[in-house]
């Protein structure tokens, strides 16, 4: 799923500034355009990292700090940038189906996030029973 600029967003990018005559305008012009459009998608991926994330800290109650975690582990376990994993966990709450790599990983990370939870309960349980 790599991002790749189309022919429309190109389009966009090389529509026609004032003529100036002024070759570094037109160069700076088509950069800030481009820089527009990456910042737009980002705008928009962010969107559905955020919805992620809520959807990680509903199946395994947590901060939001430790659902990115969880998410950023996925996403390097599969070697897929993490907006897509985002994409593909978000796309679920329409009867879509998980991939089996994201799956896997995911529930690998959400069972490592619940025995260390179980673990610092145990730990702090443990101190409270028997003090220092």
Same mark, same amino acid.
């Given at each position: 799923?790599?991002?790749?600029?189309?022919?429309?967003?190109?389009?966009?990018?090389?529509?026609?500034?004032?003529?100036? /005559?002024?070759?570094?305008?037109?160069?700076?012009?088509?950069?800030?355009?481009?820089?527009?459009?990456?910042?737009?998608?980002?705008?928009?991926?962010?969107?559905?990292?955020?919805?992620?994330? /809520?959807?990680?800290?509903?199946?395994?109650?947590?901060?939001?700090?430790?659902?990115?975690?969880?998410?950023? #582990?996925?996403?390097?376990?599969?070697?897929?940038?993490?907006?897509?994993?985002?994409?593909?966990?978000?796309?679920?709450?329409?009867?879509?189906?998980?991939?089996?790599?994201?799956?896997?990983?995911?529930?690998?990370?959400?069972? /490592?996030?619940?025995?260390?939870?179980?673990?610092?309960? #145990?730990?702090?349980?443990?101190?409270?029973?028997?003090?220092?």
């Amino acid at each position: 799923m790599h991002q790749v600029t189309t022919p429309r967003e190109e389009q966009r990018l090389l529509r026609p500034v004032p003529a100036t /005559g002024d070759a570094d305008l037109l160069a700076e012009v088509v950069e800030l355009r481009a820089k527009n459009e990456q910042l737009a998608r980002a705008l928009a991926s962010r969107a559905v990292i955020d919805q992620a994330r /809520g959807m990680v800290m509903a199946l395994a109650p947590c901060s939001s700090e430790r659902a990115w975690d969880v998410l950023v #582990d996925v996403s390097q376990h599969c070697n897929i940038k993490l907006r897509d994993v985002a994409v593909a966990l978000v796309v679920t709450t329409n009867d879509r189906t998980l991939p089996e790599p994201i799956q896997r990983e995911l529930r690998r990370a959400l069972r /490592g996030l619940h025995l260390a939870d179980r673990t610092s309960t #145990d730990v702090a349980t443990r101190h409270r029973r028997d003090p220092p």
